[in-house]
Antibody
Framework: EVQLLESGGGLVQPGGSLRLSCAASGFTFSSYAMSWVRQAPGKGLEWVSAISGSGGSTYYADSVKGRFTISRDNSKNTLYLQMNSLRAEDTAVYYC??????????????????WGQGTMVTVSS | EIVLTQSPATLSLSPGERATLSCGASQSVSSSYLAWYQQKPGLAPRLLIYDASSRATGIPDRFSGSGSGTDFTLTISRLEPEDFAVYYCQQYGSSPPVTFGQGTKLEIK
């Protein structure tokens, strides 16, 4: 079964740091770009960051650029999101998501066919 | 960045009726790289349609997508009770960034 399982969420003070993990199973992890998407309470979906299958290319939303770092360990089938300098507006459920297929250049990302269950990040003093 | 605008914000219909949801883009979506997702409370989004009109694996054929350029539509031919949820469109043709619409809530009338 294809599955993504996030962990690492929690309560953190403004200015603090947190690292999210996403464990993948049931597919060839290194063959697919992966993304993080977040959803603030009662709000819509916001793409946060993406990484190519090899890990050689990374992409960020302007709202997190310079504060968040995406990475992956293909030997462990795990995706990460290091979040620094957290703000109240980063409070959200964070989902990891798998690209449906390898995108055809120059397109970088595809639709997201598999999502994790989400992990809640709350930034508050 | 392509901005997606979904309409209506809320759609009230009865089971058995036909639902038509719209997604407009601020500029043309490259190669119709547009997807639709369904999200139920407390759950992750589920991919319904990709590349504007292709159904994802396991999605019933009452769901269909159409459109190109800047205007896209998700149609649910006959609403089942389990179809009442929030629906999002997403473009990935001009990515990054990937962008989502603000969502349409489909509620029971």
């Amino acid at each position: 079964e294809v599955q993504l399982l996030e962990s690492g969420g929690g309560l953190v003070q403004p200015g603090g740091s947190l690292r999210l993990s996403c464990a993948a199973s049931g597919f060839t992890f290194s063959s697919y770009a992966m993304s993080w998407v977040r959803q603030a309470p009662g709000k819509g979906l916001e793409w946060v960051s993406a990484i190519s299958g090899s890990g050689g290319s990374t992409y960020y939303a302007d709202s997190v650029k310079g504060r968040f770092t995406i990475s992956r360990d293909n030997s462990k089938n795990t995706l990460y999101l290091q979040m620094n300098s957290l703000r109240a507006e980063d409070t959200a459920v964070y989902y990891c998501a798998k690209d449906r297929a390898a995108a055809a250049p120059p397109v970088v990302l595809d639709a997201f066919d598999i999502w994790g269950q989400g992990t809640m990040v709350t930034v508050s003093s | 960045e392509i901005v997606l605008t979904q309409s209506p914000a809320t759609l009230s219909l009865s089971p058995g009726e036909r639902a038509t949801l719209s997604c407009g883009a601020s500029q043309s979506v490259s190669s119709s790289y547009l997807a639709w997702y369904q999200q139920k409370p407390g759950l992750a989004p589920r991919l319904l349609i990709y590349d504007a009109s292709s159904r994802a694996t396991g999605i019933p054929d009452r769901f269909s997508g159409s459109g190109s350029g800047t205007d896209f539509t998700l149609t649910i031919s006959r609403l089942e009770p389990e179809d009442f949820a929030v629906y999002y469109c997403q473009q990935y043709g001009s990515s990054p960034p990937v962008t989502f619409g603000q969502g349409t809530k489909l509620e029971i009338k």
